[in-house]
């Protein structure tokens, strides 16, 4: 799966065509729940295989008009070319559904994952790090509310 560097070099490209087409652009931070507890119990190479089959989940999930890497961790990161912002809560919604229905059990016996995911709507102007911002911090307030759910940033 493409990492931060990726982002770095294709972001740019998504933004213009965006901006030139005035469409919207979506961001969908999207984190593992309690991740920690999966190597925990299971061992970092469990965890590898989660992380790996995150990455083929989120890739199987997006258009190829649309964007997703690996920030780091357990964090990943959706970029949504347009798509409204209903489009785009769809689209996550059908992520969670996706990754609860996982069969997680084919990779550790006794194993289930969830996500839990902030969504962002560029604004107008609105520079890269405050947008991303915005989606982190609509994606701990999906946390706090209690996990495997999409939370959407205000505008």
């Not at 689209?91 to 995911?117: H, M, Q």
Request: hydrophobic share 45%; with cysteine; net charge positive.
């Amino acid at each position: 799966m493409p990492n931060r560097r990726a982002l770095d070099r294709q972001l740019p490209a998504l933004m213009r065509r965006a901006h030139d087409r005035a469409q919207p652009l979506c961001a969908a931070m999207v984190d593992l729940d309690h991740f920690k507890r999966v190597n925990d119990a299971h061992g970092h190479a469990v965890g590898d295989r989660v992380l790996a089959a995150m990455g083929t989940i989120l890739t199987d999930a997006i258009r190829d008009s649309d964007l997703a890497v690996r920030l780091g961790g357990e964090e990943f990161l959706l970029v949504f070319g347009d798509a409204t912002p209903a489009d785009a809560a769809k689209a996550c919604e059908r992520l969670l559904v996706a990754v609860s229905g996982f069969r997680w059990d084919d990779v550790a016996p006794g194993l289930t994952c969830t996500v839990s995911i902030g969504l962002a709507v560029r604004n107008t102007g609105e520079r890269t790090p405050h947008w991303l911002a915005r989606a982190d911090t609509a994606l701990y307030a999906a946390k706090r509310a209690g996990r495997n759910r999409v939370e959407s940033a205000p505008h």
